[in-house]
């Protein structure tokens, strides 16, 4: 089986604006995005499944692929809390430097760290490898896919940002014989 994580196209944000599972627009150029992205990827099979975070930049991007959606709340993007929506250089640099040094497991405030994160997608990609189809499609967000790597990968979550993760990007993955095998990440 064949899996593409796809990171949604580029929102319609300021850089440097924290908005993990704020619901944001797609940028305006979305049209052109979205043919640069599918470019990146091969015919669709008859049997794919598509599955995508609840969010609208991500939701967007699945309906372009005229088939039914899944929805599924464990891609949504980590859950910045009450940093949502604030730009990261508006919060106190000694409380953003404190999270950022511990961020696997200090939560920002009322929000979800990544091991929690890293948690949820877990039990996401369990359901996925049972999967009997030739291609699935995971329309999501960096940090999810990030997650995924570092659990496929078995990696300390800490090093999940080791992974580029641009947005359009593809990442493909194949599970075959209980085994993932990486094919290539952030195309």
């Known amino acids: 089986m064949d899996i593409y994580l796809i990171r949604h196209t580029q929102t ?3 850089k440097g604006l924290c908005y993990g599972q704020s619901d944001v627009e797609l940028a305006s150029s979305f049209w052109d995005d979205w043919h640069r992205l599918r470019a990146k990827l091969p015919d669709i099979s ?3 499944r598509v599955l995508s975070s609840p969010l ?3 939701m967007q991007l699945a309906e372009q692929f005229a088939k039914p959606i899944i929805q599924d709340i464990r891609l949504l993007e980590v859950n910045f809390g009450d ?3 604030v730009r990261f250089d508006a ?3 000694a409380v953003l430097q404190h999270w950022t040094d511990n961020f696997v497991h200090l939560p ?3 929000g979800e760290c990544f091991a929690q994160l890293c948690q ?3 039990e ?3 359901e996925v490898v049972r999967y009997d189809v030739e291609q699935v499609l995971v329309i999501t967000h960096a940090g999810v896919i990030r997650a995924l790597l570092t659990h496929i990968l078995q990696l300390p979550p800490a090093n999940a940002f080791h992974f580029q993760v641009d947005a359009g990007s593809v990442h493909k993955l194949q599970y075959l014989n209980d085994y993932t095998y990486i094919n290539y990440i952030n195309h």
Do not use: H, L, M, S
């Open 56 to 58: 609208q930049r991500c």
């Open 108 to 110: 920002p405030p009322n």
């Open 46 to 48: 008859a049997d794919c």
């Open 83 to 85: 940093w949502e929506g």
């Open 91 to 93: 919060i106190e640099p």
């Open 12 to 14: 319609d944000t300021a």
């Open 124 to 126: 996401f990609w369990q």
């Open 120 to 122: 949820r997608v877990g």
